[in-house]
């Protein structure tokens, strides 16, 4: 499996397209959950209680962006988009389960929809931690099938 991890990041452009993401991925989140402020300075801001949420969104931006770059070589290599399907999905459900911490904008919500935006804006912010964990869980979870993937369906010698 290490020799897929190399084979796939060997090449600086899918180092550049994981870096790109994660980053991507990263500074939206980070400024939704009020650790960068942008007004009236860029101001960045963790505290002690804040830390191990902060730390996954941490996690999870690098991850996500690992597993889009891996799954982008793999759609570049073997060229058959039904079987690669799934392991695009789980990436894409694992990033955006990590991204709903929705406590920051869950007044918007709450006017937008009501009682049910009220509801759903409470839940995702009591269970903001357990939800970024079970999103890099999926995250892990699609890592490893890509790493598999990857040694099967390119014939890599190992």
Known sequence: MENNFKLVFSNFSYII???????ALFFPLAII????FL??????????????????????????????SMNIFRVRIVKK??????????TIIGASAGACSCGPI????????????????????????PLRLASIGIL??????????LSVECKINQ
């Open 140 to 149: 892990v979870l699609v890592f490893i099938t890509t790493m598999k993937s």
């Open 39 to 68: 007004e009236p300075f860029v101001v960045f801001s963790v505290y002690n209680s804040t830390a191990l949420n902060f730390s996954l969104i941490l996690i999870l931006s690098i991850l996500a962006g690992i597993v889009v």
């Open 81 to 90: 988009i039904k079987k690669i399907g799934t392991s695009i999905t789980g």
């Open 106 to 129: 869950g007044f918007s919500v709450i006017t937008t929809f009501g009682t049910a935006g009220s509801i759903a804006s409470s839940f995702l912010t009591n269970y903001e931690i």
């Open 17 to 23: 397209i994981s870096i790109v993401i994660s980053l």
């Open 33 to 36: 959950s009020e650790y960068i």
